[in-house]
């Protein structure tokens, strides 16, 4: 009898692991079921299409045909409501039930809902589906002012479509610079600059104590924690993700801010697997649980969970390693984050000019992540210190040299 997979969740990561099923099985049954009403696309691109730049046709990956060729059975617009990992069946929002032999959860997250008055209202636009972005670009287009919340990676892509669409914005950040657990003020400095040559007016030790609305409830202005009142008819908020893991509240998993997995993409319950953001996975490199926000990192976990499903449960044969990446191209200059920026207990970092400057962070004088603005020549050799573990403690001076040179590092010499 030929085994059945059933994958929850048809973004990158499912998708993913569908396709590697099916290539490493031509007789399993492969169901893909998604709450969405779109097969796969291009998530990093709705921020392209939301700004104006990109036509709809090119974001899309998949259409229901690829899945039909591939006979993959694709369920659009299903909500999986709870999974019985007893009975090995997933209930869904119609009442059907499917039957699995392995199960993958793929469902990444959803954006926080700013927890103020009228953040439901019209016009304020949380930012995950190309259904976001839809609506995100019609009003963009249609407003004069805006506002954005949230200093992180999803926070200035509403920015630049901010910039992008002529709205006269201002992003309320709390602090004194934008993504301030990667950057420090010198970093930051050159995002802020570019985020006003845009038009965008970053303010700082700010907030939304609550939003105001207009008779027909489109919200009007944004009130920070000081009183200071923003006009905008445009509200982008990017505060965090809660993980799409209710489906799951009455089984064994390990639920810890998603779903917990070993590096095979394993979780503590027999034939059942996790890919892609929601997964707190083991990290081979950096020897503790991580998780990643990365459209490469989901897919190669997608693809990771895939080639173990078709295999036997206790003995996995591939595993997750990896120092994920992620990039902006907002601006003149290039941006990217590596590994994970934002943890680690020393750093070293050098601003080389008014768009260039550098930062790595470093955990027991590792190399664990970091930020590159300007000049991104040096990532495949900071990965690769990442990646190896290299203890560079006493050597952190060479991190920061224009050309990193890999040979002055004592303990890859020893090697
Ligand atoms: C605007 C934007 C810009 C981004 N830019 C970049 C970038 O430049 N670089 C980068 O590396 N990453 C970027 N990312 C992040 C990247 O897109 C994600 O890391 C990646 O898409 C995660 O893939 P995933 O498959 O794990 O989850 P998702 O893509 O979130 O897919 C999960 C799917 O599961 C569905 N689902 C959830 N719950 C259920 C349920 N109960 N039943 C059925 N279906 C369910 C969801 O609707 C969704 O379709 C960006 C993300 C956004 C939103």
Redesign the pocket.
């Known amino acids: 009898m030929s085994a059945s997979h059933v994958i929850?969740?048809?973004?990158?990561?499912?998708?993913s692991a569908a396709e590697t099923v099916r290539e490493a099985d031509p007789d399993a049954d492969v169901t893909v079921?998604?709450?969405?009403g779109e097969a796969l696309y291009n998530?990093?691109?709705?921020?392209e299409f939301?700004k104006g730049k990109l036509p709809e046709a090119p974001i899309s990956i998949h259409d229901p045909d690829w899945y039909a060729e591939r006979d993959i059975d694709l369920q659009l617009n299903?909500?999986?409501?709870t999974v019985d990992t007893d009975a090995h069946e997933i209930h869904?929002h119609a009442g059907d039930v499917y039957e699995y032999d392995k199960l993958l959860v793929?469902?990444?997250?959803?954006?926080t809902q700013l927890p103020v008055e009228n953040s439901d209202a019209d016009g304020v636009h949380h930012?995950?589906?190309f259904e976001?972005?839809r609506a995100i670009k019609e009003n963009a287009e249609n407003s004069e002012t805006g506002v954005v919340v949230g200093a992180g990676?999803?926070g200035i892509?509403l920015a630049a479509i901010c910039g992008a669409q002529g709205l006269e914005a201002n992003y309320l950040m709390r602090g004194e610079c934008w993504w301030r657990y990667a950057l420090s003020p010198d970093g930051a400095e050159i995002i802020h600059d570019a985020l006003r040559d845009i038009g965008v007016t970053p303010v700082f030790d700010s907030g939304v104590d609550r939003f105001e609305t207009d008779e027909d409830g489109h919200v009007t202005a944004a009130v920070d924690p000081n009183g200071e009142r923003f006009e905008a008819n445009f509200v982008g908020a990017a505060i965090g993700l809660d993980f799409?893991t209710?489906?799951l509240r009455d089984t064994d998993l390990e639920l810890d801010y998603g779903v917990v997995t070993d590096e095979h993409m394993r979780t503590n319950v027999e034939d059942v697997y996790a890919?892609?953001?929601?997964?707190q996975f083991h990290d081979v490199i950096l020897g503790e649980r991580a998780q990643?926000?990365?459209?490469?990192?989901?897919?190669e976990?997608?693809s990771i969970a895939g080639q173990n499903m078709v295999g036997d449960w206790a003995e996995p044969e591939e595993t997750f390693e990896w120092v994920?990446?992620?990039?902006?191209?907002h601006f003149d200059f290039p941006f990217l984050s590596f590994g994970h920026p934002t943890l680690g207990d020393d750093d070293a970092e050098r601003k080389y000019s008014d768009t260039e400057w550098r930062r790595v962070a470093l955990k027991d004088g590792k190399v664990v992540g970091g930020v590159l603005i300007g000049d991104l020549a040096p990532q495949s050799k900071l990965k690769k210190l990442a990646r190896e573990q290299v203890d560079v403690s006493d050597q952190k001076e060479l991190l920061l040299e224009e050309t990193i040179d890999l040979e002055k590092f004592d303990a890859l010499e020893a090697e």
């Open positions: 929850i969740g048809d973004g990158i990561a499912g998708s079921i998604t709450d969405e998530r990093i691109l709705i921020k939301a299903t909500h999986v409501t869904t793929a469902t990444g997250g959803t954006p930012f995950w589906t976001d972005a990676l999803l892509d799409n209710e489906f890919a892609g953001d929601i997964t990643n926000g990365a459209w490469g990192s989901a897919k976990q997608g994920s990446s992620y990039s902006i191209t």
